[in-house]
Every structure is written in C-alpha cells, then in structure tokens.
Nanobody
Framework: QVQLVESGGGLVQAGGSLRLSCAASGRTSSSYAMGWFRQAPGKEREFVAGISRSDVNTYYAASVKGRSSISRDNAKNTMYLQMNSLKPEDTAVYYC????????????????????WGQGAQVTVSS
C-alpha cells in the first residue's frame, strides 16, 4: 500500500512558477511508475506528466511540455512537478498517482493505469 500526499499548491500570477511535491509513504515510491494529473472545474481529469519506474523516461502533455519538469528523489520518496510560465488555464486541482504495475517500462499516461492517488493540491493562476 502506498499513501501519497501533495503539497506546494497555491495562488500564483500568470507567468510565475510553482513546484508541487508528492510525498509517498509505505512501499518505496521508486518501485512505481508515477504521474501527475489535473482536473479543472467542469472538466475531465487529464494527464499532465509522468515518470517511468526506472526514472529514465518522462513524458508530458502537450499543454505543459516545455514549461514543466517532472522529477523524483528516491531517497526522500518524493516526486516533484516544476511548472513555469504558468497560465490561467493551468488552474486546476493537481493529483499525483502511483501504479503497481511492475512490468511497465515507459510512462503511463491514463488514469486507469494508476492504483494510488493523493488527495489533490489546488493550483490557481491569476491573470
């Protein structure tokens, strides 16, 4: 079992930066492929970024590619999402997720591939 807790959300002006953290407890997060998703009011939850079990592979949604960076500190059991040049359309609740699938090599990009979820962190970008 893995418990995930996000932090680092908040209110930021357009063009600003924010770093979200996802602390994992229980079985070490380095055993899992992990990812970030977000859900804006009235919209479906969408994939933002993911990192493979080996940390070799990362993948980003087109909407954040070039402005975001996903990373993981296995010693701290913590995953990060650095977001730069934030836009009002980035406003959403951001969720981190971990997958139990042990035979994956690449990045998992769909919500149903993930087994554990955090409670979410609100990110609001003002114009």
């Amino acid at each position: 079992q893995v418990q995930l807790v996000e932090s680092g959300g908040g209110l930021v002006q357009a063009g600003g930066s924010l770093r979200l953290s996802c602390a994992a407890s229980g079985r070490t997060s380095s055993s899992y492929a992990m990812g970030w998703f977000r859900q804006a009011p009235g919209k479906e939850r969408e994939f933002v970024a993911g990192i493979s079990r080996s940390d070799v592979n990362t993948y980003y949604a087109a909407s954040v590619k070039g402005r975001s960076s996903i990373s993981r500190d296995n010693a701290k059991n913590t995953m990060y999402l650095q977001m730069n040049s934030l836009k009002p359309e980035d406003t959403a609740v951001y969720y981190c997720a971990a997958s139990r699938r042990i035979y994956t090599v690449g990045v998992l990009t769909t919500a149903d591939e993930y087994d554990y979820w955090g409670q979410g962190a609100q990110v609001t970008v003002s114009s």
